[in-house]
């Protein structure tokens, strides 16, 4: 489920810029590795184009506030267009990246197209004669998946709602270690089977500790933002292989599916309990779960004499520890946490600094535009064509939900519109324009 | 079928797209984000034209024969018919966005109607030579030997020059179908259409390359000057910018309006 997140509207002048709401993705569990279970994380992705504001424009309480006071409204649109572009870029970036590692994985180790067992989400089998007993079991493992994370959003919720922090974070934590260490070892390992490269295990042990400590720090407490960035693209592409391998085929689009439809309703049904999640943070004027949001945010400095690094820093870092974490496991697509730059707390800050926030995206969108298109990538004959259409179309989706997120402003679902297109143009091109393409390319002829 | 041939052929059919799209699409977010939607518009206008394709090919229901060689010369030129209608389609689309981005945003960061006919006619071209070439590039990474049952051995080179060519000719047709809508000089578009059909139609004669290949080229060049001339450019200026002088082509430029 991702939720994009617009900035509050000017009257809200007070409030938290923009909600998150945090998504739970389900957590893999692999009955036959007896991995320990991930969690299951709904992805919000919350998106929030915050304009620019002017300083000395602003009264010092408001600084938090999306809206700027006393600005028309007309400059106030005019700034959200002037960053919209930009923003749209800062989220194509991080996305394109993840779909080209997991496709470049795909392409070239085997092990992530090799079947080899099922997730306990979805125990029943597709290598069933008839179609429609096929299609049958798919469906059901798709209505236990969905299940499945229904119902740890909304444990999660409820633990957010009595504050269970404590929990929350342990929770985060041990899920971000575990995909941190134990995944990134099978992938360096299979990488390098397939290359046929010879590690030595005190080499293999002193890098996948390096990676995951530093992954560690970066993701929960405070590192440069460009390496929490990559390490964020890093754990969505794992996860994104994890699930490209474990869910059978018709079982994954069919999932796809449903996961847009969920995200839909999450987000916008009053009743909806990443709705819910937004509105608890935005009452308590809390950041929600700032650890697994994909934040290109950036910071200006209007030629004041007063920098403050610490709010600079504030930025970069997640927030609290102990918010950051109660959203962070890592199968959840992020939630989008928005969060202020500065930090209440810098009052005197903010009448100095122009801030452009960046964008904010779900980590769970990655993961499932990345399932997609990697699923695109490993199902049929090799073909290109299929998995540039559904990387195009994804695109396109991403940008129409920017557009209807700059015309609306609220919360919305970053998933439903790239999943759909992503959908259709994959069985489409799979279907009528590869047959036609691969025609024309034998006799060489050129439309 | 080497590493080579590989690194040659892409290099030869997406280099230029390539050096376009760094040099003058990268630094723009609104740019990038214009070339991505008529990348779009191109793969729903493939889609259309697979799906014509894929009915005319199950109404007439003979599975080998010569009708499936009609049919795909059939397929090929409606398939151009409606590239070019998607052509028109995104013209009519960015119209209506330059307008409403000029009503909110009124400064002057907003893409000239030419820039927006040069960032569509790319988009267009990358699509295209992008779904026409990748395909057989990742074949030629494998195993094989190249026209071992006879055919021509230049199968690849003569693939990637194609690919560069329709590139160009994307672009250098995008400026120009602009020029004319904008100016509504009604010919250029039939004369954008017809070379599109006459480009199509000449790739029938493969493995003729010589004659494929060299008319081709000639309709770019002459697509490529056309295009700098409806895109403001003159003699004056080329002359200008190739002499390194300008500064005096600013100027003259400002002193003109």
Redesign the interface.
Same mark, same amino acid.
Request: contains cysteine.
């Given at each position: 489920m991702l939720t994009f997140m617009a900035s509050d509207s000017e009257e809200e002048v007070c409030d938290e810029r923009t909600s998150l709401m945090s998504a739970e993705s389900p957590t893999p569990r692999s009955c036959q590795e007896g991995r320990p279970g991930l969690e299951d994380g709904e992805s919000a992705a919350q998106w929030r184009s915050q304009d620019g504001e002017e300083d000395h424009e602003e009264d010092p309480d408001h600084y938090v506030c999306s809206g700027v006071p006393g600005r028309p409204a007309?400059l106030e649109?005019?700034l959200t $267009?002037?960053y919209g572009?930009?923003h749209?870029?800062m989220l194509?970036v991080p996305v394109t990246l993840c779909m080209i590692v997991v496709v470049a994985t795909i392409k070239s180790v085997r092990f992530y197209t090799e079947k080899n067992g099922q997730l306990i989400y979805t125990p029943f089998t597709e290598d069933t004669p008839s179609v429609g007993q096929r299609l049958l079991n798919s469906v059901l493992n798709t209505l236990i998946m969905i299940s499945v994370i229904v119902v740890m959003t909304i444990f999660l919720v409820l633990l957010y709602k009595y504050r269970c922090y404590k929990f929350i974070h342990g929770w985060l934590i041990m899920s971000s270690l575990m995909l941190l260490f134990l995944f990134t070892y099978i992938y360096l390992g299979e990488v390098l089977k397939t290359y046929n490269v010879a590690m030595d295990y005190p080499t293999l042990l002193l890098m996948v500790w390096n990676f995951g400590a530093v992954g560690m720090v970066c993701i929960h407490w405070k590192g440069p933002l460009v390496l929490q960035q990559a390490y964020l693209i890093m754990i969505s592409a794992l996860m994104a292989l994890v699930f490209i391998k474990y869910l059978p085929e018709w079982s994954a689009w069919v999932i796809l599916g449903a996961i847009s439809v969920y995200d839909l309703v999450a987000v916008l049904c009053p009743k909806g309990p990443l709705r819910m999640l937004v509105e608890t943070a935005q009452e308590r004027n809390e950041p929600i779960f700032p650890a697994l949001i994909y934040s290109s945010a950036m910071v200006w400095t209007v030629g004041m004499a007063k920098l403050d690094p610490s709010s600079q820093g504030a930025l970069q870092l997640p927030y609290d520890p102990e918010m950051e974490d109660s959203c962070d496991s890592f199968g959840e697509p992020s939630y989008p946490e928005v969060f202020e730059p500065p930090l209440p707390g810098y009052p005197g800050e903010e009448l100095e600094e122009e801030e452009e926030r960046g964008v904010k995206l779900g980590l769970g969108d990655f993961i499932f535009y990345s399932v997609l298109v990697g699923k695109a990538a490993a199902t049929g004959s090799?073909?290109?064509?299929t998995t $540039?259409?559904c990387f195009? +179309?994804i695109?396109?989706g991403l940008?129409l939900t920017l557009l209807l997120l700059a015309v609306f402003k609220k919360a919305l679902p970053a998933l439903p519109i790239s999943i759909t297109f992503g959908l259709i #143009?994959y069985f489409?091109?799979d279907n %009528?324009?590869r047959?036609?393409?691969? !025609? @024309? +390319?034998s006799? /060489? %002829?050129?439309? | 079928m080497t590493a080579a041939v590989f690194f040659g052929c892409a290099f030869i059919a997406f280099g230029p797209a390539l050096a376009l799209y760094i040099f003058t699409i990268a630094t723009e977010? @609104?740019r990038?984000?214009f070339l991505?939607?008529g +990348?779009?518009f191109w @793969?729903v206008s %493939? %889609?259309l034209?697979? @799906?014509v394709?894929?009915i005319a090919g199950t109404i007439t229901g003979d599975k080998d024969g010569p009708t499936q060689k009609y049919l $795909?010369i059939f397929?090929?030129l409606v398939?151009?018919f409606i /590239?070019e209608m998607f052509r028109f389609a995104y013209y009519k689309l960015l119209k209506k966005a330059n307008e409403g $981005?000029k009503n909110?945003?009124?400064?002057e960061?907003a893409p000239s109607m030419r820039l927006l006919a040069y960032v569509s006619g790319l988009g267009f071209g990358i699509?295209?030579g992008? #779904?026409?070439f990748?395909?057989?590039l990742?074949d030629s990474l494998g195993p094989g030997t190249v026209g071992i049952h006879g055919d021509s051995p230049q199968?690849f080179l003569?693939?990637a020059f194609? !690919?560069l060519v329709?590139i160009m000719l994307h672009m250098f047709w995008g400026i120009v179908f602009f020029d004319g809508c904008e100016k509504k000089k009604w010919y250029a578009l039939l004369v954008v259409l017809l070379t599109h059909l006459l480009?199509?139609a000449l !790739?029938?004669i493969?493995?003729h390359y010589g004659i494929n290949l060299v008319s081709a080229y000639i309709i770019m060049v002459l697509m490529g000057i056309w295009a700098f001339f409806a895109a403001g450019g003159s003699c004056r200026s080329l002359k200008l910018c190739l002499l390194c002088q300008d500064k005096d082509f600013l100027l003259f430029n400002q002193r003109s309006r």
């Amino acid at each position: 489920m991702l939720t994009f997140m617009a900035s509050d509207s000017e009257e809200e002048v007070c409030d938290e810029r923009t909600s998150l709401m945090s998504a739970e993705s389900p957590t893999p569990r692999s009955c036959q590795e007896g991995r320990p279970g991930l969690e299951d994380g709904e992805s919000a992705a919350q998106w929030r184009s915050q304009d620019g504001e002017e300083d000395h424009e602003e009264d010092p309480d408001h600084y938090v506030c999306s809206g700027v006071p006393g600005r028309p409204a007309g400059l106030e649109e005019e700034l959200t $267009l002037k960053y919209g572009a930009k923003h749209v870029i800062m989220l194509f970036v991080p996305v394109t990246l993840c779909m080209i590692v997991v496709v470049a994985t795909i392409k070239s180790v085997r092990f992530y197209t090799e079947k080899n067992g099922q997730l306990i989400y979805t125990p029943f089998t597709e290598d069933t004669p008839s179609v429609g007993q096929r299609l049958l079991n798919s469906v059901l493992n798709t209505l236990i998946m969905i299940s499945v994370i229904v119902v740890m959003t909304i444990f999660l919720v409820l633990l957010y709602k009595y504050r269970c922090y404590k929990f929350i974070h342990g929770w985060l934590i041990m899920s971000s270690l575990m995909l941190l260490f134990l995944f990134t070892y099978i992938y360096l390992g299979e990488v390098l089977k397939t290359y046929n490269v010879a590690m030595d295990y005190p080499t293999l042990l002193l890098m996948v500790w390096n990676f995951g400590a530093v992954g560690m720090v970066c993701i929960h407490w405070k590192g440069p933002l460009v390496l929490q960035q990559a390490y964020l693209i890093m754990i969505s592409a794992l996860m994104a292989l994890v699930f490209i391998k474990y869910l059978p085929e018709w079982s994954a689009w069919v999932i796809l599916g449903a996961i847009s439809v969920y995200d839909l309703v999450a987000v916008l049904c009053p009743k909806g309990p990443l709705r819910m999640l937004v509105e608890t943070a935005q009452e308590r004027n809390e950041p929600i779960f700032p650890a697994l949001i994909y934040s290109s945010a950036m910071v200006w400095t209007v030629g004041m004499a007063k920098l403050d690094p610490s709010s600079q820093g504030a930025l970069q870092l997640p927030y609290d520890p102990e918010m950051e974490d109660s959203c962070d496991s890592f199968g959840e697509p992020s939630y989008p946490e928005v969060f202020e730059p500065p930090l209440p707390g810098y009052p005197g800050e903010e009448l100095e600094e122009e801030e452009e926030r960046g964008v904010k995206l779900g980590l769970g969108d990655f993961i499932f535009y990345s399932v997609l298109v990697g699923k695109a990538a490993a199902t049929g004959s090799g073909d290109w064509n299929t998995t $540039l259409a559904c990387f195009v +179309a994804i695109l396109i989706g991403l940008c129409l939900t920017l557009l209807l997120l700059a015309v609306f402003k609220k919360a919305l679902p970053a998933l439903p519109i790239s999943i759909t297109f992503g959908l259709i #143009f994959y069985f489409s091109t799979d279907n %009528l324009v590869r047959p036609f393409m691969d !025609t @024309l +390319a034998s006799h /060489q %002829l050129y439309i | 079928m080497t590493a080579a041939v590989f690194f040659g052929c892409a290099f030869i059919a997406f280099g230029p797209a390539l050096a376009l799209y760094i040099f003058t699409i990268a630094t723009e977010p @609104l740019r990038v984000i214009f070339l991505i939607i008529g +990348a779009f518009f191109w @793969l729903v206008s %493939l %889609l259309l034209s697979s @799906l014509v394709w894929f009915i005319a090919g199950t109404i007439t229901g003979d599975k080998d024969g010569p009708t499936q060689k009609y049919l $795909l010369i059939f397929g090929v030129l409606v398939s151009v018919f409606i /590239q070019e209608m998607f052509r028109f389609a995104y013209y009519k689309l960015l119209k209506k966005a330059n307008e409403g $981005l000029k009503n909110i945003n009124a400064d002057e960061t907003a893409p000239s109607m030419r820039l927006l006919a040069y960032v569509s006619g790319l988009g267009f071209g990358i699509m295209s030579g992008v #779904f026409s070439f990748v395909n057989t590039l990742s074949d030629s990474l494998g195993p094989g030997t190249v026209g071992i049952h006879g055919d021509s051995p230049q199968f690849f080179l003569n693939s990637a020059f194609m !690919t560069l060519v329709i590139i160009m000719l994307h672009m250098f047709w995008g400026i120009v179908f602009f020029d004319g809508c904008e100016k509504k000089k009604w010919y250029a578009l039939l004369v954008v259409l017809l070379t599109h059909l006459l480009v199509s139609a000449l !790739t029938f004669i493969n493995p003729h390359y010589g004659i494929n290949l060299v008319s081709a080229y000639i309709i770019m060049v002459l697509m490529g000057i056309w295009a700098f001339f409806a895109a403001g450019g003159s003699c004056r200026s080329l002359k200008l910018c190739l002499l390194c002088q300008d500064k005096d082509f600013l100027l003259f430029n400002q002193r003109s309006r």
